[in-house]
């Protein structure tokens, strides 16, 4: 099962190891299909065409390897939908929990991964 989104999917530990592996810039957002998350998955669909140099993925809430980011240390007291966690060269340089604005999102990856290159 997948998010209706136009993202790339990540359904298991192994496909969020590869993406971290693959890519140094990683913005990945952990959610569910409901009204804290779809504005994020918007914010990133808007944005993957500027951000050239960041990849973009979200990952089912519910599913049993999204563990990998539930359970992150980085999480621990998240309360809110969605979990959203950048990474950087495979680890975490930020992560945020609940709804977040385009600027919100903008900042984080202009402060974490570096401003698009026009």
Not at 23 to 34: D, F, L, P, Q, Y
Not at 51 to 78: C, Q, S, T, W
């Amino acid at each position: 099962m997948t998010l209706d989104t136009n993202l790339t999917h990540i359904t298991s530990a192994d496909e969020w190891k590869k993406i971290l592996e693959e890519n140094e810039n990683v913005m990945i957002c952990c959610g569910r299909m409901g009204p804290m998350c779809i504005p994020v998955y918007g914010i990133m669909e808007e944005l993957e065409d500027e951000y050239k140099h960041v990849k973009f993925a979200d990952m089912l809430f519910d599913l049993p390897d999204a563990a990998v980011i539930r359970n992150a240390p980085e999480a621990k007291g998240f309360m809110g939908l969605p979990f959203t966690m950048y990474y950087k060269n495979g680890k975490v340089v930020k992560a945020t929990s609940s709804i977040q604005s385009m600027e919100q999102v903008r900042t984080i990856l202009d402060e974490q991964f570096g401003k698009p290159q026009n």
